[in-house]
């Protein structure tokens, strides 16, 4: 058993990257558009580059986390070296300097491919590192249950402190409001990290035969992991509506429902309904498959997201409803699917007799930043296509884009999730008979 104060620590590791991942997937457009100035054409295109860059990157940092020996294990030691280069980075990409158009562009790139780069180096052993906490199924859903709803803390700060902070911070310098906002919020990040470092502890070890064996032959026997495909798919579509649905939910609230006073209480509210998703996640495993459960909640998100193109714009309670009640049904699923990463970790040890844990997570990882990019490059794009001019009131036409741009199309990712999911033979079943001939063949 894991202790509740080891859960804990555990957790605030996600805090921390929340910190970043949900300003970046929440604020970043937004603010590379309305307070940096560069068009959001070309804010799409580099989301999109700069996860090419993540291509090569997120495999190789989880091959590297695999072969890592050092005093305090594999994954941990990374939380120490990057705690504070992630801090640091965090508020340059943040930063507005005086450049004219190509110099901010150029800098925009510069620093966001930083930060995707220290993230990577911190988050790929941080996630993997939940998948050695424990061996045993149920547990590993409890902790990831503790470690998203301390990721949703994490968010929940991001959206409920972000703008009035900046405000604050601002005194009307909104591109200085930012800054100094990231600059705190980054602080209290490098030290969740420390705690995270400090209060955790690696419990299982890999088969000595992992370490032996070629880079390239790891990836041909995660090939293999048939079950570590579906996952991969899995991510890539799942995050790819998300993403899409979340960076345009403060264009909705400004420009569609015209409640540009109300961003702060829209995110904060759907930020709620994420972290009780993410509570009520345990005890519904408990009672049901959860590979049925989890295409349910796919096939539920997708038809409340499907349901926001039919709310008028003066009907602001019911859109908020909706959006709530979406993040809720969305995320509890969030850590029903990484649950689902370490038991595929341990199925392609049983069918390969290689544990290659920092390989499936970096590679499902990097599946999840291309989700992401190609989510924020299609709202930039999006954007740009339906004639969206920064800081103006928009006309009908790109009032009705931006209707349907955040309601069907991030549907269709979740759709398509549960399609997938069709293929996903892991039940508890088949985990309990993988979990208990591991176990056999380690004594």
Do not use: H
């Amino acid at each position: 058993m894991v202790s509740v104060k080891e859960k804990i620590a555990y957790g605030l590791g996600d805090t921390a990257s929340n910190i970043v991942f949900q300003t970046v997937m929440l604020f970043l457009t937004f603010f590379y558009t309305d307070i940096y100035g560069i068009s959001p054409a070309f804010v799409g295109t580099m989301f999109l580059a700069v996860r090419i860059i993540d291509a090569v990157t997120d495999p190789l940092m989880g091959a590297l986390a695999d072969r890592t020996q050092s005093k305090y294990g594999k994954f941990r030691p990374y939380l120490l070296w990057f705690a504070l280069p992630f801090g640091l980075i965090s508020v340059l990409a943040f930063t507005t300097p005086d450049f004219g158009e190509e110099g901010k562009m150029i800098y925009a790139f510069v620093t966001y491919t930083l930060l995707m780069l220290v993230y990577t180096a911190i988050n790929i052993p941080y996630c993997a590192l939940g998948a050695v906490l424990t061996a045993d199924p149920k547990e590993r859903v409890s902790v990831q249950s503790y470690r998203f709803v301390f990721a949703m803390l994490g968010g929940l700060m991001v959206t409920s402190l972000t703008l009035p902070l900046v405000e604050f911070f601002g005194q009307g310098d909104r591109a200085k409001g930012y800054q100094l906002t990231i600059m705190a919020m980054s602080v209290l990040g490098v030290l969740m990290f420390l705690a995270c470092f400090y209060g955790t502890k690696e419990r299982i070890n890999p088969p000595k035969e992992s370490f032996s064996r070629s880079y390239m032959d790891n990836f041909r026997q995660l090939w293999k992991n048939d079950q570590w495909r579906v996952l991969a798919l899995v991510a890539l579509c799942l995050l790819s509506g998300y993403v899409l649905r979340t960076t345009l939910a403060i264009y909705y609230v400004k420009y569609y429902l015209e409640m540009p006073d109300s961003i702060t209480l829209f995110i904060t509210l759907g930020m709620l309904g994420s972290m009780v998703g993410c509570i009520i996640a345990q005890p519904l495993a408990k009672r049901y498959c959860k590979v049925k459960l989890y295409i349910g909640i796919q096939i539920l998100a997708a038809a409340l997201c499907a349901s926001s193109y039919f709310v008028a714009a003066d009907n602001v309670t019911l859109a908020i409803g909706l959006y709530v009640l979406w993040n809720l049904v969305f995320n509890t699923g969030t850590p029903l699917l990484w649950a689902k990463m370490a038991d595929t970790v341990d199925y392609g040890q049983w069918l390969t007799g290689v544990r290659t844990t920092g390989m499936v997570y970096s590679s499902i990882i990097f599946f999840i930043k291309m989700g992401i990019a190609i989510g924020g490059a299609l709202g930039g794009w999006l954007l740009a296509g339906m004639g969206y001019q920064a800081d103006v009131a928009q006309t009908e036409e790109t009032k009705a884009g931006l209707l349907l741009a955040f309601s069907l199309y991030p549907a269709i990712g979740s759709l398509i999730v549960a399609f997938v999911m069709g293929a996903y033979k892991l039940n508890t079943q088949k985990v309990d008979e993988i979990t208990l001939e591991l176990k056999r063949a380690a004594e």
